[in-house]
């Protein structure tokens, strides 16, 4: 789920004005993108690379590693499950509001293909200073720098606050996975966790909770055999219990989903858990 | 989206599941349908249930058994049941019962699919019940072997007619499915004295991410009680929670917005809202505003943008827009990162007069401070 330098990346929703938008920033940052997806404007060019009508075209015209959807939800499952049987290894799915059967459908075919889905409901994967899938600033100087933390994430703009406040101290990172902000996601936190632990130029790692479902708790026994020094910040302590926050809080099972039962799991761990993300940059010893 | 008993159990009647002979009524019915609707019962023993959707229901007193249903409902009818108004009533035949068990079908985010619930244990006490639920994960793609789960359900200590409760479960899937369900439980789902198996309850979830597909569902969604603040954003599609505390809080993404509520509590304040407006929301800028400056106990403002999709630009300038219009008595604390922050922390300087924090920890003292220590 770590984007490499050279993937061939093609995005869904290409020529409309959000996938406009990053995409010229990603190609800008230096991100391979080789095609872009849509039906009606198959045959045109956009951002100087060719629109096709689907991802078997993609794969078949200009190779695909990485797909990416910048996609309404109504057309999310066809276009993720498109991408997965085109041989995909990587499929980013940044939509909001997908219906969660059609996530559940998406994963379980992800898992039989093998590919590594993220998201849905992601800002979607850096790879500091080398490219970028989906909606991070990576091209601000002033929030991501390079250098040897990855950061795991549900929540883009948290990403953004916590590379930010690593940057400002001058640790540098070295990836960004977000993993998604639903309860039902292709990527678990502690799927992410392992693919920091393995990476070669990560040696310390920044993970963001949130209060609801059990992903931190889960993630919790990963990284017990993680020997990489991990801090951790879990938003929501705050929130009044039993109401709702966004998308969050979805499924609380038993005693998991609150955030006592996350601090102590993390702690119980070897993870550092801090207060406010501003003591981020301590808790791993900088 | 909730929904009660009566849209749950319709659910199930689609999918064969049986449920009992039932008579829905309104609270507002005239006497003379009442006893018409009431006399097809002829006397026999009926359960009455307040249509109401919250958990522990019949030890609240939403549930009678009588023989006397018009009494009953009369009774039940616009009274109270925690924060809920009984405004439908649903009579039932009663039920010889010699087994309640429990059965659910809900989306379950460890495993990323739907996951199979069982208890022999079922009816009201389920949440004291010594004996842990039997889980099974079921594939979304594919129907249930009917014969495997007549297999779990065996060595779950199922009673017979165990094939018949089988059939029930996959039959519950299929209607889980159908309905794009997060949730569907019945309990309890009972076994009768002839061996017959019936749902006697029915609790049903849907995805809110799925109403556009599900719109004669939708349509009959409990409203959940909401203050009229929170009514207001919900009209523009905003999610807001209204708080003890005297800072207000604006910030994009739920995320960051329960961030925020943290760190001013960490800093010795109380939040006033929880208010998100990231993701497509994040041009609802004014709407947002309004909402929050509306409420009464708000004494200072943070403004906290981390801008990933969301533009920090966009934002701001609905911000300064609805300042300007609204003119609020009150100080505001700018805290503004991620995309497009320049031209926002710029605009802020310009329109406002005003300069953001470089911070987003100096900004929350700053709101708290102004806020004042003494927040009752």
């Known amino acids: ?286 | 989206m909730d929904f009660t008993e009566h849209v749950a159990k319709r659910l199930l009647s689609r999918h064969d599941i049986p449920t009992p002979p039932s008579i829905l009524v309104g609270a507002n019915w005239p006497t003379t349908d009442l006893a018409r609707a009431m006399s097809t019962f002829e006397g026999r023993p009926v359960a009455v249930k307040a249509q109401v959707p919250a958990g522990g229901r019949g030890k609240a007193g939403g549930v009678v058994l009588t023989s006397d249903p018009m009494s009953a409902v009369n009774q039940m009818a616009g009274s109270t049941l925690g924060v809920h108004t009984v405004d439908q009533i649903l009579v039932e035949h009663q039920v010889d019962i010699a087994h309640e068990l429990y059965l659910a079908i809900a989306v379950d985010g460890s495993t990323s699919g739907p996951l199979l619930m069982f208890s022999p244990d079922g009816g009201v006490d389920i949440e004291a019940s010594d004996t842990p639920l039997t889980i099974m994960a079921l594939s979304i793609g594919s129907e249930p072997d009917v014969s495997e789960l007549t297999a779990v359900l065996s060595e779950a200590g199922c009673p017979e007619p165990v094939t018949e409760v089988a059939q029930v479960a996959a039959r519950l899937f299929a209607a889980f499915v159908d309905a794009d369900a997060e949730l569907l439980e019945i309990n309890p789902l009972a076994v009768t004295g002839r061996g017959a198996v019936v749902a006697l309850d029915g609790k049903l979830t849907v995805d809110d991410s799925a109403a556009g597909r599900q719109e004669a569902l939708a349509r009959n969604a409990s409203v959940p009680p909401t203050t009229g603040l929170e009514a207001k954003a919900a009209e523009h599609g905003l999610r807001f929670i209204e708080l003890d505390g005297a800072v207000g809080v604006l910030a994009n993404g739920a995320g960051l917005t329960m961030t925020t509520m943290d760190a001013i509590t960490h800093y010795g304040g109380r939040p006033a809202n929880f208010l998100e407006i990231g993701g497509d929301a994040y041009t609802l800028a004014v709407p947002a505003l309004e909402v929050v400056l509306a409420n009464p106990k708000v004494r200072s403002l943070v403004v906290n943008f981390c801008g990933a999709f969301a533009r920090c630009d966009v934002m701001t300038g609905g911000v300064i827009e609805a300042w300007k219009t609204l003119q609020p008595d009150i100080p505001v604390f700018f805290s503004i990162h991620g995309t497009g922050m320049d031209e926002a922390r710029e605009m802020v300087r310009r329109e406002l007069d005003a300069e953001p924090f470089d911070y987003m920890d100096d900004a929350i003292k700053a709101a708290v401070a102004a806020a004042g220590e003494d927040q009752a």
């Not at chain 1, 993720?80 to 940044?94: H, R």
């Not at chain 1, 990836?175 to 936190?189: A, K, L, R």
Request: aromatic share 4%.
């Open chain 1, 1 to 286: 789920m770590i984007l490499q330098q050279g993937q061939r990346v093609v995005v869904a929703g290409l020529t409309g004005a959000q996938g406009s938008f990053w995409s010229e920033r990603m190609m800008a940052y230096g991100t391979n993108v080789v095609a872009g997806i849509s039906a009606s404007k198959a045959g045109t060019e956009h951002l100087g690379v060719p629109v096709v009508g689907s991802f078997a075209e993609a794969a078949e015209r200009t190779g695909l590693d990485v797909a990416v959807m910048f996609v309404p939800p109504g057309a999310a499952l066809r276009l993720t499950l498109d991408a997965i049987n085109s041989g995909a290894q990587t499929v980013v799915v940044l939509t909001e509001f997908i219906p969660v059967h059609d996530t559940m459908r998406m994963v379980a075919a992800a898992r039989d293909a093998g590919t590594a889905l993220v998201g849905p409901n992601t800002a979607g994967i850096v790879t500091v200073g080398q490219g970028f899938a989906g909606f991070m600033p990576a091209f601000n100087d002033r929030i991501f720098t390079p250098g040897n933390v990855g950061v795991v994430s549900r929540s883009g703009s948290l990403g953004t606050l916590a590379c930010m406040e690593l940057t400002r101290v001058g640790r540098g990172q070295s990836v960004f996975i977000g993993v998604g902000g639903d309860p039902v996601s292709g990527t678990s936190t502690g799927e992410a966790l392992q693919a920091l632990d393995a990476h070669p130029g990560t040696t310390a790692i920044v993970l963001i909770g949130e209060i609801g479902g059990s992903k931190e708790e889960e993630a919790a026994e990963v990284a017990a055999s993680i020997s990489k020094p991990i801090a951790a910040f879990i938003a929501g302590r705050a929130a009044p219990v039993g109401k709702k926050m966004g998308h969050a809080g979805a499924l609380i099972v038993g005693d998991k989903g609150t955030y006592d039962s996350k601090r102590a799991a993390l702690t119980e761990a070897g993870v550092v858990v801090v207060d406010v993300p501003s003591q981020l940059p301590s808790a791993l010893g900088a």
